[in-house]
Structures are given as structure tokens and as C-alpha cells.
């Protein structure tokens, strides 16, 4: 009988991409949701996260959870309740799992939860981040410690729990890839602020492959930093678009202050930049990225 992975945030972009993935393997997929809704080959549950409400009989049948949900970091300004809703949205969610997974015995074999790269702070300057690299003390690094504490619950349990600490994530389908080659492709692109920050990526495919490699290999667990081995600076991004695309760029810099202007204090997301290393993936697993270097990640995304 196939085995089933319960999947929270399932309908984002990468729930999307894993979905289409995991049943490729010959799993079966359920989702939370809010929403009665139709999906091909894909079970709907209900839940409702305000009224610590979970449709009977979600959890029976599954044999790992993939915690995906949370509101978007970069959807919409810092308010005061958006900031709230950021980390209930990533914090609640799983922590309702949690309380029915402790009230009877269930199956479940692992849970694999999203996490980022935000854990060590917006910007971490030229500093080579690992694993072990300690927490920011900004908005996002907030966001991640809560988030990451909410997922120790499971693991509390002796359920197996891995956190992926993801860097941008390069899809077509959505996320960031879209809103930084607009410009380009409009003949309006430049780097943003210094150009000099870095830029961790990852390919879509490459990140679904390590959730699924999370799931399978029991000897996965904690903490992996999701990101390619080659981080690249935001004028070397920009440019290898641009180029991809055969667009030119003819704009200078647009300059902090303008990104501040238009953005608040989320702007520290495109301000700031990180050097992360892909330390634990690459000393104590046999993982092989099919796309390290941006160039091909990106011809492959836009089907050059």
C-alpha cells in the first residue's frame, strides 16, 4: 500500500511542485486546508487554525507531514498584524498537529518543516553562514526561532523532525524569481542597493528533492541549510537574468534609499543579503544538486 504525506501550505508553490513529485514516486498526498476544494489525486482535509479545528481522520492514514504554511514574509508591508499573522501562520499551524498527534497513537514516520535562511538575520554581510552560525536578532531571525521552537514539539514526540533552512527559491511559478526578472525582461532591471549583497538560491526541483530525501533517509535529522553551494551577489543575479533573457541593463543601482521608501522595513529582504553554506548536506549526505550553478537553474526554469 503507498504511503501517505500529509502536507500543510500544499497549494504554495512548492507544495505544488513537491505534490506533483511525490505522486510521480507513487505516493499518496493529502492536504490541510482551509477550503473545501477539488485537486486531482489529492485528499482534502479541513482545519481551521483559529479554532484549533482538524477534520477527524486527517492524521490516521499518514506516514510523514511536510509543514509548508505560513503567510508570505514578502506578500505585503510590516504592520504591526501582519507581523503577528507571519508568525502565528507558521507557529499555530503545526503546533495544532502536534496536540492531536499526542492525544492518540498515530503512524507518522517524519516531519520535514520549512524553515530560512532569515534564521541568521536579513543581512549577514560577507560572513560564511553555517549551521552552527548563531540567530539575527531582526524581524525575520524572530520569525525563524519561533517558528523552528513550534516544530521542536514533534521531535519531542520521537517523531523524527528535520528543518529546512531555505535560501530564495528559483521557480517561474512564483516566489521571488518573477518579481526580480520583471524589470528585466521590461528593459528596467538593475541591482538593488550595494549590488554587493549576496544572494542564496536554490532550484524548486533541487529543494523538492531534498524534502523527499528528508522524508526517506532516516538519517536526516535536525537542522540542513537548503541552498545551492554557489551563492551569487545581486548584480551577478541580476546580470545572469538579464543575460538569460537576452534583456540589457542600462539603469544604475537604485540606491537603499528608495528601496526604503517603497518598502519599510521589509526592505531589508532585497537590503541585505547572506552567504550561507550548505555545510550539513554536503559533509553527512550523499544529496546531489542537479543545479548548482545559476546559469543552468535558470535556462532550465525559463526553457532556454
Known amino acids: 500500500m503507498a504511503e501517505t504525506v500529509l502536507i500543510t501550505g500544499g497549494t504554495g508553490m512548492i507544495g505544488q511542485r513537491l505534490t506533483q513529485l511525490l505522486l510521480a514516486k507513487g505516493y499518496q498526498v493529502a492536504y490541510l486546508s482551509r477550503e473545501q476544494q477539488s485537486i486531482p489525486n489529492v485528499k482534502i482535509y479541513r482545519w481551521n487554525i483559529e479554532k484549533k479545528f482538524l477534520e477527524e481522520g486527517a492524521l490516521r492514514e499518514v506516514d510523514y507531514i511536510v509543514h509548508l504554511a505560513g503567510a508570505g514574509i514578502a506578500d505585503q508591508r510590516w504592520s504591526s498584524k501582519r507581523k503577528q499573522e507571519i508568525i502565528k501562520s507558521r507557529t499555530q499551524s503545526i503546533e495544532l498537529i502536534a496536540r492531536r498527534l499526542q492525544e492518540r497513537p498515530y503512524n507518522v514516520k517524519a516531519c520535514v518543516s520549512a524553515s530560512g535562511i532569515g534564521f541568521y538575520g536579513a543581512d549577514t554581510g560577507d560572513t560564511r553562514v553555517s549551521e552552527q552560525s548563531v540567530s539575527g536578532s531582526d524581524f525575520v531571525a524572530h520569525v525563524t526561532r519561533h517558528w523552528e521552537k513550534s516544530v521542536e514539539l514533534i521531535d519531542t514526540m520521537g517523531i523524527r ?48 528533492s531534498l524534502y523527499i530525501e528528508a522524508m526517506e533517509n532516516p538519517q536526516w535529522h535536525g537542522i540542513y541549510n537548503a ?8 548584480e551577478t543575479f541580476t546580470r545572469q537574468v538579464a543575460e538569460v533573457l537576452h534583456r540589457p541593463l542600462w539603469l544604475p543601482n537604485i540606491p537603499s534609499v528608495v528601496l526604503k521608501t517603497l518598502f519599510g522595513e521589509m526592505s531589508s529582504l532585497v537590503i541585505g543579503g547572506n552567504y550561507v553554506i550548505n555545510q550539513r548536506i554536503k559533509a553527512e549526505t550523499n544529496f546531489i544538486f542537479q543545479f548548482n550553478d545559476l546559469k543552468i537553474a535558470l535556462l532550465n526554469l525559463y526553457g532556454k
Not at 541552498?227 to 545581486?234: D, F, G, I, L
Open 227 to 234: 541552498v545551492a553551494s554557489t551563492p551569487v551577489t545581486n
Open 161 to 208: 523532525t528535520v528543518k529546512l533552512r531555505t535560501g530564495i527559491v528559483l521557480s517561474t511559478e512564483g516566489g521571488a524569481l518573477p518579481k526580480m526578472a520583471l524589470p528585466v525582461q521590461w528593459g528596467v532591471g538593475a541591482p538593488l542597493a550595494s549590488g554587493k549583497q549576496w544572494i542564496s538560491w536554490i532550484h524548486i526541483d533541487d529543494l523538492c
